[in-house]
């Protein structure tokens, strides 16, 4: 009996590890064909600088549609692209993408704001990122400093020899760069000091429960003025309620980003969003 019972157990683990398996393998099938049919896109999602009232510039988000599944998150796909590989050729579309769209604004005489475009570890461990940046920005003929790459300090860790150098020729490249998720990897100071940020991005982990003298108000006040001390602009994430608003705010942090202000957008509704954002604050 107790061996039935021990099968039946085997089995129900087994069709558990089997499906997700296949679900995996399919996602990565679809994924494949993914960049081919045009089932990516971008979308953008602004970021308040609180002194001004000025939108500063858009966060680019991967977007995957697909006909059979639906829209899907870039948390399920974006690891399932990281471990095969396919985030490389993923990311450079991303890249290009972000940069014509940049171009694309520009020609339509928007006032300039900078894009901030994702990029992941093994991307980020390309010997032919450098190379790649340069050249979208000569295709796309974009100003360098109307771009911005975002990296986490997980991604730094896993070669911090090879980060530095990557870093430091983006900055001469004249393209800025951001410290994502700040707070929630190995937050080393000796990053802060070592590498050339120009923005650092307060994890929305901090912002979601905020509430007056907390453990999360004193390690933003110490992020802020981790921040200004060396000169870099801090962005709030995840910034949902009026009330983290003024709490950010009481805080003096500069900037924010978050559904409070906008969801991500598709860029045929950013137009509308600065003229109207533009209004209000006029
Ligand atoms: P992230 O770079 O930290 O992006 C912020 C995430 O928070 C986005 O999720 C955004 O939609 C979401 N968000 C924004 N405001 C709020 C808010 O007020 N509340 C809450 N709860 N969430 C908010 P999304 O678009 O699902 O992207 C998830 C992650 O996937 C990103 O985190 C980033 O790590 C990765 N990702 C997205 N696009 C790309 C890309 O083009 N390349 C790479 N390598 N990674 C990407
Ligand atoms: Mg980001
Ligand atoms: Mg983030
Ligand atoms: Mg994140």
Redesign the pocket.
Known sequence: RSKEQGRDRYQFYSSTMTSKVSEWLRLEHLLHQALVNEELF?VY?PQLDLESGKIFGM????RWHNPELGLV???KF?PLAEDNGL?VPI?EW?LLSACAQIKAWQLLGIEPFKVS????AR?FQNANLVEMVTQILQETEIDPQWLEL?ITETTIMQNVNFARQALEKLQQIGVRISL??FGTGYSSLGYLKQFPFHTL?ID?SFVRDLKENSRDTAIISAVIALGRGLNLRVIA????TQQQLELLRNLQCEAI????LS??LIAAEVVNFLTCHAKMAG
Do not use: H, R
Not at 59 to 62: I, V
């Open positions: 971008l999602q966060e680019a988000l991967l998150s870039p948390a974006i985030i990311g991303a475009v994702n990029l992941s991307q975002e994502d998720d991005k929305q994430e995840g910034v949902e980003q978050g559904y409070w969801k991500p």
